[in-house]
């Protein structure tokens, strides 16, 4: 009654519940990144991955459950599950999963951009080492033809080492950036468009002549190849800035996908070429409306990053010395609640102060005495993409309240207070004014269009992390609120009671 399909990677013939469970297993997937999008359904979105996730997990693990032959008599065979690999797998997956309960649940919402940068580096070095398992012993993934491993099984096994290697090197960089091992600054190399784009081409001369070589002369080459694709993704990700680090995780996640879907083509799994893909292409579009967002392209992003230029950040230390005004507390609450339109404007400064609950305190306060509060979210905002909108949903901070870029940012005229918390490049007019400026370019809020502008933030003594000064501490309408976040607004609270 059915039509039995063929096996991607072995010819055999695959049982149709299998094919049906993977694809149930990538409609799930399809669900959860619909989910995914907005924050009133992420929710729904992660338990739909969730599901997925565990129908592949589980339809693999039986159909790939681990057996032997044992030899019961003179003409006999049986069938048994070999106990030992079997424990192996279970023992692994129980490891796997205390690990990733314990990081979950002791893990801060400060630390959640390098963690995903972690994990990405996880996916591609396990790309990596699959890869090179079926190099390894091809056999056992069906890979053979004719005694020797295919040209098209070749191609997909280069391409796979190669996208998970780059991933894991490029986020063992992007980790060490996020966290602070490693300064945010661009670290840029002589010639480095030179040597990139030579590395690149030989990575993709050395796939082609693995996909051509004999059985004698493959080790030398795909070992040349992985060497190189671990090369390749240090030097991509040492010279972009910290300002570009939400397009870097962004474009990580991207490559993890494609080197999930390339693995999953070596081993014929349709749930991991689902999978993959969907990682692979959302990641891409997510980087290019990131990109957009910041007026750059992808390309240039690559290529070097905020901050490049040291004469943008250069002039920074000069203008720190200018006059600004100082407030306190006690002036930033009878501002606001005299105010009729308040614009928040959160950033890394909140995240790291977890300062989202107070805010939210803070906001309906002021609400409940007849103030319009809303929140402006920039795309690059925080360490990832998202991360604002991630720590407002923590606080609960109701949906219809938060505005993407282009919906609110005509509004700051009519704004009586633009409330700054932690945030500085995202609103920084230098992006609109200083062709010098390394964020030249870059869609900011006009919080300068505020008739009264309250800016939370530690000390006049920092920059922002693209490394440039921002004229709106100078603003005549600008009072500078110096103290940590939670601490600033917790006092502006009581000022409110």
């Not at 991607?8 to 399809?30: D, K």
């Not at 929710?43 to 991955?49: A, C």
């Not at 962004?250 to 070596?266: C, H």
Request: glycine share 10%; hydrophobic share 55%.
């Amino acid at each position: 009654m059915f039509a039995t399909p063929a096996h991607a990677a072995t010819g055999e013939a695959v049982n149709p519940w299998v094919a049906l469970a993977y694809l149930v297993s990538g409609v799930f997937f399809i669900l959860a990144l619909r989910g995914l999008s907005s924050p009133a359904t992420s929710r729904t979105g992660n338990r739909f991955g969730m599901i997925g996730m565990l129908i592949a997990v589980v339809t693999t693990l039986v159909t790939h459950f681990p057996m032997r032959t044992e030899t019961t008599g003179p003409d006999a065979m049986n069938v048994v599950i070999d106990g030992a690999t079997t424990l192996e797998i279970l023992a692994a997956i129980a490891i796997g999963a205390i690990i990733g309960i314990t990081i979950a649940r002791r893990i801060a919402m400060t630390a959640m951009p390098e963690l995903v940068a972690a994990f990405h580096s996880l996916v591609g070095l396990a790309a990596v080492l699959v890869g090179w398992a079926a190099y390894l012993n091809p056999g056992a993934f069906g890979l053979l033809v004719d005694g020797e491993i295919g040209a098209v099984s070749k191609v997909e096994m280069g391409l796979g080492i190669a996208i998970g290697a780059i991933t894991f090197s490029g986020s063992v960089i992007a980790f060490a950036k996020l966290s602070g091992r490693m300064s945010g600054s661009p670290i840029l190399l002589p010639a480095r468009h030179v040597i990139n784009l030579g590395t690149l081409a030989a990575i993709i001369v050395l796939t082609a002549l693995f996909a051509m070589a004999g059985p004698s002369d493959t080790m030398p080459l795909i070992v040349a190849l992985t060497v190189l694709a671990f090369l390749i993704g240090f030097l991509l990700i040492i010279p972009i800035g910290g300002a570009d680090m939400p397009v870097v995780v962004s474009m990580l996640n991207s490559y993890s996908g494609w080197a999930a879907a390339a693995m999953g083509f070596t081993l014929g799994n349709t749930a991991m070429i689902i999978t993959g893909a969907l990682v692979g292409s959302s990641g891409a579009i997510l980087s290019y409306i990131m990109c957009r967002a910041m007026n750059r392209s992808f390309i240039s992003v690559i290529a070097g990053g905020f901050g490049a230029d040291d004469s943008g950040a250069g002039g920074g230390e000069a203008k720190e010395q200018r006059p600004y005004k100082q407030g306190s507390a006690a002036d930033a609450a009878f501002m606001l609640e005299q105010a009729e339109k308040v614009i928040i404007i959160p950033g890394y400064g909140m995240a790291v102060a977890q300062a989202q609950h107070a805010l939210r305190e803070m906001a309906d306060m002021l609400e409940e005495k007849g103030v319009e509060v809303k929140y402006a979210i920039h795309p690059v905002a925080g360490r990832m993409p998202g991360h604002m909108n991630v720590l407002l949903a923590e606080a609960q901070v109701p949906y219809e309240n938060v505005f993407e870029l282009e919906d609110i940012n005509s509004e700051f005229a009519q704004a009586d207070v633009a409330f700054i918390i932690g945030a500085n490049d995202v609103v920084n007019p230098a992006a609109k004014t200083d062709k010098s400026s390394p964020i030249y370019g870059m869609p900011v809020f006009d919080v300068d269009k505020a008739k009264q502008v309250f800016f939370i933030k530690r000390s006049m003594g920092g920059v922002g992390y693209a490394g440039v000064d921002n004229d709106v501490f100078y603003m005549d309408q600008t009072v500078m609120l110096l103290s940590d976040a939670k601490k600033m607004v917790e006092e502006i609270v009581k000022a409110l009671d």
